[in-house]
């Protein structure tokens, strides 16, 4: 099998285009022989004699009959064909059946080898075996005589030899060239973190010399280094292969396993003179490297003691991104969304989205801001502009979305923003809009989030169509060396899991860049995936302008002093090339120049800031003429309630097939609908059916939510007979409703997560949902959490609906399967715990309107509806964190009427006491508050100890904003009753620490009232692993919340 694997690597340039199709066939039967000397293993035996009880082999006469010295000859002389083993005969006799009818029709190896055979070639001799790629070995072929070739004349093997040799050649340029690509406009250092030679370069390894220099070698049909000629001498082979892929660009692209795409991209970069461009075309990117280091050096200028995280170094970034956007633009796209980290972002807002100058000069002064919220540093904040491409002369859209210093952690919210704009526009190939996503080298390599976005890039309800990645290669991240900083050579290697070409260029040589850029926006337009621009530059000055890069680099930044910006040597090229006169060269940098300083001039006069003119994401028409403190109506008509429950619990149509346990689940939701109550599942699907009615489209999103985590969603169903054929029956209510999207993730909680948010800012008119497998699998994703949803308005004015749904409760499943960690979601909520806001008739929606989320844990499958159906019905968008419920979901309990969603009821802050207490207020000896699955087991216990007079237990459903005037009420309602909370999670995590505090707040006025804790103890994890200690902390919580 190790030859045949050798001969397949080394046959494999050489094969015809369908080569690649047959090579799998090749490598599983090429154990076999010829006809003229079947194996005659009657059992197929794999070794390489023939058995003596087998049939026959065939003679050369075709009598049939062998002696067993024929069959000794026979083992013999498949011993001595390297590539045969006796294992098969089907391949080898249907390749000559096929040479015997038609010669043609098999490929030339074959057919020089049945020549030979046929022709009286002894054993080991038909066969002629392709050059090795091997490094270690040199090339050298034993003297064999001379074969017929396919042409019928004799064919000399040393001609064969070397045409092999020089087909290994191509392929091993263009598989290694980058290796030895000019890649780093230092010259101190490789790209690959390898300075050596790879030695399928060296041409002595395929027994050539200098004196092969002037043949004429026939070239093969996977290279386009001859344009219209089909020969070349191999010194110009040479040339040609070290011009496409040795000089300032190396691509890495033979991994790819399409042919189709393997042959574009050699097109691209091997036909003759596919870098020639044109004088307006130079001059062009002249004026926009101006621009790129013109306004660095006035930035420089005027704010000098201030960080911008400046591009000298790679001032080409500018140019490269402009020209990307002038290629997609001319193919069709209209809006293009950005993700970047800091380093250059101001540069990029000004001349590649044209942001208005003087908006940028007044970040840099100490003005205070003349709307909301709290402000971000100038080189986080995004923007969206509408402007004409002068190139194109047509209107495009660009938005670079705002981001924190984390880097990467914007990549998946500005893949789900585009995902959104393509959906709301039905662009479902990704035609109009695209995404463009900056990395610096050591992030690119480092940040995991980069591999959880690559792979969200082929996934149906994922997928943007094909993102361009533009690495801004420092060399250096911060202070750490590359050697340090990443196991892998080149720090682009993640984007090979997605089979995404790799362009790396020297950032020094602005025309090589320019033709990667109209490459990878050519790429994307035609086959929708990603690729990867590697611009190998420099960091002229530290990690930011006050920072000293000589402590930890000293060698590579006495290179850098030294270092030609980019733009005075393309300017230098340009003059002696007869393009531009030198009097041009100093107007052009001149006219920028006067450009910001008339800018510069308005800024100054400015005295306030406008956090608003950064917002990335605009809605247009979505506050004008809103109330801004009135919610619409949640409750819906029951004939809604009734037709949305009847078609959800309906089978699929016509004959699919389905589970029998989901025959069950259906006939209980029919049940259900009949008897006018809802569990959980239903109620969730009637805010759904409802909302999608109305044409509020709804997505849901994350692990396994097609089924549920405990399999009591069931909005996908499976047909049982037939593969991949589904039903949704959400999708199925009305004939007019607006789109329902539920899909399974990817295991990924960051990306996913980071990819919703992003899908929930391009739409406020739509309910986006995502759903961890268990509440406290979000801590994955807590920069998501932290960085964006908590705090996006208060940067950014960037509001956001996006809902989160995070299965919680302590059920005796150990630590990780209990808490969704509320506490964490608890102390991020902006409200004040010491301040009770004027109570009124809007007192509930100025809360809303004022916090930066909603914390919740719902009781009730009602609440659940109504609390879905709020998040479109308030004029504004704010996340919601919604606790959700386990064994809740099949609790007999909890289960909600109809008369609890009807038209003219709403959500519920607040779930008081309905029982004997409740009608008997002063002999209440204690109010238990308590929120989500404990109240149902102390409300079952109480009722064990006839206590149910004597305690009450009102329910908190909404914990942020925190219902001070509800909460204030149920206690002012109780006077003789004692105060406790109760929660099931231990003490220093759960609700207790926010709680506390704020009902000291809502209580004040009442008077002093003794107000205790009821609830497990602090503790490290957030559950006992022992289902003894659970059960047994469990009856304490209990024992405490009711003890009098």
Known sequence: MYRARTLVTNVLPLLPPNGTERLSVVVNQLRCVVRGTSSSSGNGGGGGSASTGG??????????????????????????????????????????????????????????????????????????PPPTLSASTQLTISPKPSFISSSGGILDERIIDDHLAVQAIIRSYQTRGHNVAQLDPLGISSADLDTSTPPELVLQSYSLEEKDMNRMFKLPATTFIGGSETALSLSEILRRLEEAYCRHIGVEFMFINSLEQLNWIRKKFETPAIMAFTKDEKRLMMARLVRSQGFEAFLARKFASDKRFGLEGCEVLIP????????????????????????????????????????????FSSLESADEGSGDVKYHLGTYIERLNR??????????????????AVDSIVQGKTRAEQFYRGDTEGKKVMSILLHGDAAFSGQGIVYETFHLSDLPDYSTHGTIHIVVNNQVGFTTDPRFARSSPYCTDVARVVNAPIFHVNADDPEAVMHVCIVAAEWRATYHKDCVIDLVCYRRNGHNESDEPMFTQPLMYTKIKNQIPVLEKYGKKLL????????????EKEKYDK????????????????????LDSPWRGFFEGRDPLKCGPTGIDKESLVHIGTKFSSPPPGEFVIHNGIKRILKSRHDMVKEETVDWALGEAMAFGSLLKEGIHVRLSGQDVERGTFSHRHHVLHHQKIDKVTYRPLCDLYADQAPYTVCNSSLSEFGVLGFELGFSMTNPNALVIWEAQFGDFNNTAQCIIDQFISSGQAKWVRQSGIVLLLPHGMEGMGPEHSSARPER????????????????????????????????????????????????????????????????????????????MVTGTTFQRVIPDDGPASRNPENVKKLVFCTGKVFYEIRKERKNRNLDGDVAICRIEQICPFPFDLVKKEVAKYPGARLCWA??????????????????????????????YAGRASSASPATGNKHQHVKEQKMLIDSALQL
């Open 983 to 1012: 929660q099931e999670e231990h003490k220093n995590q759960g609700y207790w620490s926010y709680i506390h505090p704020r009902f000291e707040t809502a209580t004040k006025e009442l008077g002093q009232r003794d107000f205790s």
């Open 595 to 614: 450009i910001c300083e008339e800018a510069f001039k308005i800024a100054s006069k400015e005295t306030q800031v406008f956090n608003k003119d950064w």
């Open 320 to 363: 490269a991104m402009k020209l990307i956007i002038d290629k997609s633009s001319e193919l069709g796209i209209e809006s293009v969304i950005m993700g970047m980290p800091h380093r250059g972002r101001l540069n990029v807002l000004a001349n590649v989205c044209r942001k208005p100058l003087q908006q940028i000069f007044t970040q």
């Open 825 to 900: 979601f608890l102390q991020l909520c902006s409200d004040d715990p010491d301040y009770f806001p004027p109570e009124g008739e809007q007192f509930e929606i100025r809360q809303l309107h004022d916090i930066n989320w909603q914390v919740m844990n719902c009781s009730t499958p009602a609440n659940f509806f109504h609390a879905m159906r709020r998040q479109i019905a308030l004029p504004f968008r704010k996340p919601l964190i919604m606790m959700t419920p386990k064994s809740l979901l099949r609790h007999p309990e909890a289960k909600s009427s109809f008369a609890e």
């Open 391 to 408: 190139m194109t002369n047509k209107n495009i859209r660009l938005a670079v979305v705002a981001n924190p210093s984390h880097l990467e």
């Open 55 to 128: 049939n026959p082999a065939p003679t050369a006469d075709g009598s049939g009959v062998s002696s067993s010295t024929s069959s000794r000859q026979y083992a013999t002389a498949v011993a001595l064909e390297p590539f045969l083993n006796g294992s098969s005969t089907n391949y080898v006799e249907e390749m000559y059946d096929a040479w015997l009818e038609d010669p043609k029709s098999v490929h030339i190896s074959w057919d020089t080898f049945f020549k030979n055979a046929t022709a009286g070639a002894k054993p080991g001799e038909a066969y002629i």
């Open 576 to 587: 002696d090339e007869g393009l531009i006169t030198e009097q041009e060269f100093v107007e």
